[in-house]
């Protein structure tokens, strides 16, 4: 069963900021190309041209942004049913590609100008013209950077990645144009090859992060998908998930198990708000896939265990509870937390010995709980005035979860009361005689736990057992949440 909320796709971009974004940035780049090839063409210094030919790969990826994110920002259709988001990841690809061959350029220079050799000349005024393009970097990369993170682009993170090489890239162009006007040739040389390294540096970054999602890397968390899943009710076991796309625009498909009674509509509003919470909770999920299968032989939790003992250990000695926690702790302990409701006419301290009376039995039963914490509340004892078998859709869902059991369970009579939203089961069955009191016990616990499963309002479940042979004859009285 496949159920899938509408396609939400490049809602969440602000496309036109990330435009305006690229053409500022590119105005800068040009600018600062023109002044460090301008004074490494008079100078002759070889890392000023190399540091000018970056910025120049910088405006070129200026444009093959605003081209990535111009067919990027489509809106999805017929042919690109799950959008054009990838454009902008194959464009900070690109991107990448040319920080390649502008390492591979000012590399090839490095090595002619150690086999041939030369000395590039400095003037004061180049010094000069190179700090003026310092802060005009720093601008850059702070706006770049900042979009980027904001927009949650490929093309601006990607040109920030090697836009913020320039800035350190500057830096030591100024240093090695100091060791020039010192006498230190060499220092040239090195600061160019160190310009080389920076620049491999930022594009197997670009063209690692850009190829991971190109490849289907996963896009979401499967913990964090699982976590939301498992917390709408209904939901018994989340699995096979899967995730894959872009930073901005993931796609989640995964399999959730449901009680196997549960009906076609129900097990559509659970896939529903399944895929509801996930879009709402993790907004770069922009379409979740939610494959619905039954819970056929699912074991049971530690959770439906616990919480079925400590019904029956309470109303055994007359007691109720509410709220109920249970933590797992470092050594995979338990630790339960409850509010347990004593006799509102007994003093504090017969309600303290109930409490640790309680609480040593659930200790007993349950070697694995470490603590039991209670919250005392007064039971009330105000007589209720319920509304009984209000609902006929409940009744007919009982008997069909019954139907199940037809081989050995016969229905006597159904009743439910409700009241303030929740509602209570009593029932009446008659079950063959020579069954032993475990055989009875297994079965009627199976089938309390799946009323709760069903039932998310259900407050309470009581189980009258008759031998069906004995008209009349000695009953077995089963309260499932008393005795069992």
Do not use: C
């Amino acid at each position: 069963m496949h159920m899938m909320t509408a396609v939400k796709l490049n809602q969440s971009k602000d496309y036109p900021a990330i435009k305006r974004t690229l053409w500022l940035v590119l105005l800068a780049n040009i600018a600062i190309t023109i002044v460090k090839i301008s004074v490494g063409i008079i100078t002759g210094a070889l890392s000023v041209v190399a540091d000018g030919f970056h910025s120049l790969v910088d405006s070129s990826s200026n444009l093959i942004g605003l081209a990535a994110i111009r067919l990027a920002s489509r809106p999805a259709d017929e042919t690109h049913p799950y959008g054009y988001n990838r454009y902008e990841t194959l464009g900070a690809l690109a991107i990448g590609g040319l920080l390649l061959a502008a390492a591979w350029e000012i590399g090839s220079s490095v090595v002619d100008r150690i086999i041939n050799g030369g000395s590039p000349e400095l003037s004061l005024t180049s010094l000069i013209l190179m700090l003026l393009t310092l802060p005009v970097n720093i601008l850059i990369v702070f706006l770049e950077t900042k979009a980027g993170k904001k927009y949650q682009s490929d093309i601006l993170l990607a040109d920030a990645v090697h836009t913020k090489t320039d800035l350190f890239v500057t830096t030591s162009v100024v240093i090695s144009l100091v060791g020039i006007w010192l006498g230190w040739a060499w220092l040239d040389i090195v600061t160019a090859s160190g310009v080389v390294i920076l620049i491999l540096k930022a594009s197997f970054s670009i063209l690692k992060n850009s190829a991971s999602w190109l490849t289907d890397i996963e896009a979401v968390d499967p913990e964090e998908v699982d976590k939301i899943a498992l917390s709408v009710s209904g939901v018994l076991y989340v699995h096979h998930i899967r995730s894959r796309g872009t930073p901005d625009a993931a796609f989640v498909d995964l399999h959730v198990k449901v009680a196997p009674e549960m009906s076609t509509s129900q097990a559509h509003a659970i896939a529903s708000e399944v895929e509801r919470q996930l879009i709402e909770k993790i907004p770069r999920i922009k379409d979740a896939l939610v494959h619905i299968e039954p819970a056929l032989q699912e074991p049971i939790s530690p959770w439906d265990k616990i919480s079925v003992e400590l019904t029956q250990i309470a109303e055994s000695m007359g007691l109720g509870y509410h709220d109920l926690h249970i933590h797992v702790d470092s050594q995979s302990n338990f630790i339960v937390e409850l509010h347990l409701e004593i006799p509102r006419d007994i003093t504090l301290r017969k309600a303290h010995d109930l409490a640790d009376e309680f609480e040593r039995r659930v200790k007993k039963r349950w070697l694995r709980i470490t603590n039991v914490i209670t919250h005392l509340e007064p039971l009330s004892k105000t007589l209720l005035t319920p509304e009984i078998n209000k609902d006929p859709e409940t009744r007919i869902q009982i008997e069909k979860l019954l139907s199940e059991y037809s081989n050995d369970v016969k229905i006597i009579e159904i009743t439910t009361n409700h009241l303030n939203g929740h509602f209570s089961i009593i029932l009446r069955l008659g079950m063959d005689p020579e069954l032993s009191l475990q055989d009875v016990h297994n079965r009627i616990e199976e089938i309390e736990r799946r009323f709760y499963r069903q039932f998310s309002s259900l407050r309470r479940v009581i189980i009258h057992v008759e031998p069906i042979n004995y008209g009349g004859g000695a009953q077995v009285d089963v309260d499932s949440k008393q005795h069992f």
